[in-house]
Nanobody, 121 residues
Framework: VQLQASGGGLVQAGGSLRLSCLASGRTGSLSAMGWYRRAPGKERELVAAISGGEVTYYRDAVKGRFTISRDHARNTGYLEMTSLKPEDTGVYYC????????????????WGQGTQVTVSS
């Protein structure tokens, strides 16, 4: 599975961005996927995930502001980010073909290359 993430950029606080993750190489690789971010000086953390059955998970800090979705016809996953805050700054990575169990997404070995999101105050 190859994943290509895009859509990051520089935005002012309160602004919006939509990240995309194009998957190739295996049918159904977006059955379960997640978006992670690595903020400066911090560990990579799961931000949002979606199961094959459309169950979603969001980190508390982004609930109500971020929306994860997929377009299976385009083999693309999305992370819609609104009301962005400076603390949302980081490199965002998509992960796909992971395992969803007990409401928890367990990432696979398949990662996109990361896309930088910078939110200025």
């Amino acid at each position: 599975v190859q994943l290509q993430a895009s859509g990051g950029g520089l935005v002012q606080a309160g602004g919006s961005l939509r990240l995309s993750c194009l998957a190739s190489g295996r049918t159904g690789s977006l059955s379960a996927m997640g978006w992670y971010r690595r903020a400066p000086g911090k560990e990579r953390e799961l931000v949002a995930a979606i199961s094959g059955g459309e169950v979603t998970y969001y980190r508390d800090a982004v609930k109500g502001r971020f929306t994860i979705s997929r377009d299976h016809a385009r083999n693309t996953g999305y992370l819609e980010m609104t009301s962005l805050k400076p603390e949302d700054t980081g490199v965002y990575y998509c992960n796909a073909a992971g395992i969803w169990s007990g409401g928890v997404y367990y990432g696979s070995v398949y990662w996109g290359q990361g896309t930088q999101v910078t939110v200025s105050s």
